[in-house]
């Protein structure tokens, strides 16, 4: 399968008053065109902020201090602002957890999808970008008459499917969703993978989902990466990660879930809490956690062992 992005040895940075946080660690993350990667890991552990670095989209104080993100083999890491900006929502695009902060209340939905449409193609008239938001919406099984409405008219399900509208209508090979289904109930966040699962089809997208719950990862990867404290534990296929996981860290994840098909709040049932990512510990990130951390753990960052599909980072594999 082809290689739609790769990133190799990223490092992002924020630098605060009380020292530098090191949210990404020397990541590496390789997506193959059509599939889904799950991106999991307890809060703090950098998921969201190497998300936000695909697209330069970094919060301030944030930086890339060093690393590639190579998409279709161009690096977006050195890449001009303005050649960016149109790769943003054309090629890649996000989706988030609260869509309430992605649509402007106080503007229609249409009025929203048409300024969208217009500032990547300025000739095309209002009629046509409303026709094609009109597609987008019935692809989404939602009637056009919603174009219509306000944001604050819609239900959480119905906005999150208006913003994954939104994300699609430029048609992007590339969706980042970072905790796409946190706000909505259990019901709701059901249609919405399924949704998410017929669009990937339809649509031929590669999606980057980014979740601290592993029932949804369960539910829709193909390939799972787990992420901690700002380095990546293990990357393989789902089944792999599922039914086999290597690193004692997945295994700890895994084991603090009495039923990943339950929805779960934050992960917090392992003993000890991630690293303070100002001054992450030597070695092994993971090593004041791990239950079979050994001397080499506290003093060697471990390297990735294993091949093509399934990747693990610890030194019991070394
Ligand atoms: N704008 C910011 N300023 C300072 N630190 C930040 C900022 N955004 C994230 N961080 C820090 O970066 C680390 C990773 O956070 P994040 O990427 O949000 O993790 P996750 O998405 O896995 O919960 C955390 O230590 C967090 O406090
Ligand atoms: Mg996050």
Redesign the pocket.
């Known amino acids: 399968m082809k290689t739609i992005l790769e990133i190799k040895n990223l490092h ?1 940075h ?1 630098p ?1 008053n009380i020292g530098t ?4 660690q020397g990541v590496d993350l390789e997506l193959r065109q059509g599939e889904v990667m799950g991106l999991v ?12 670095s695909i697209l330069r989209l ?5 930086e890339i201090v060093e690393g590639e993100i190579l998409y279709h083999g161009r690096d977006l890491v050195r890449m001009e602002e303005k050649e960016l900006l149109s790769l943003r929502g054309n090629n890649i695009s996000m989706i988030f957890q609260d869509p309430l902060t992605s649509l402007n209340p106080l503007f229609r939905i249409d009025e929203q999808f048409i300024e969208t449409i217009k500032t990547h193609d300025p000739q095309i008239s209002k009629q046509e970008a409303f026709k094609k938001a009109a597609q987008v919406l019935e692809s989404l099984g939602i009637s056009p008459e919603r174009l219509l409405e306000y944001p604050h008219q819609m239900s959480g399900g119905m906005r999150q499917r208006i913003m994954i509208g939104m994300a699609l209508v430029l048609d992007p090979d590339l969706l980042i969703a ?2 796409p289904t946190t706000s909505l109930d259990v019901i709701v966040e059901a249609q919405f993978l399924d949704l998410l699962n017929e669009l990937r089809r339809q649509y031929d997208l590669t999606i980057l989902l ?1 979740t ?1 719950n592993l029932g949804i990862v369960a539910q829709l990867a193909d390939r799972v990466t787990v ?1 901690y404290g ?1 380095t990546i534990a293990e990357t393989g296929k789902a089944e792999s990660i599922f039914g086999n996981p290597l690193h004692p860290y997945t295994q700890g994840l895994l084991a603090s879930i009495p039923n990943i098909k339950l929805d779960q709040p934050e992960l917090h049932t392992m003993e000890g809490s ?1 690293p ?3 001054a992450p510990p030597p070695g092994c990130v993971f090593h004041p956690r791990c239950p079979r951390a050994m001397d080499i753990c506290k003093k060697e960052r471990p390297k990735a062992f294993g091949k093509d599909d399934r990747i693990v980072r610890c030194w019991l594999y070394g």
């Open positions: 992002v924020f605060i946080v090191r949210a990404v890991g307890e809060s703090g552990c950098g998921k969201s902020t190497l998300g936000f970094l919060r301030p104080p944030g970072d905790e980014i601290h992420m700002g991630p303070d990512l100002v």
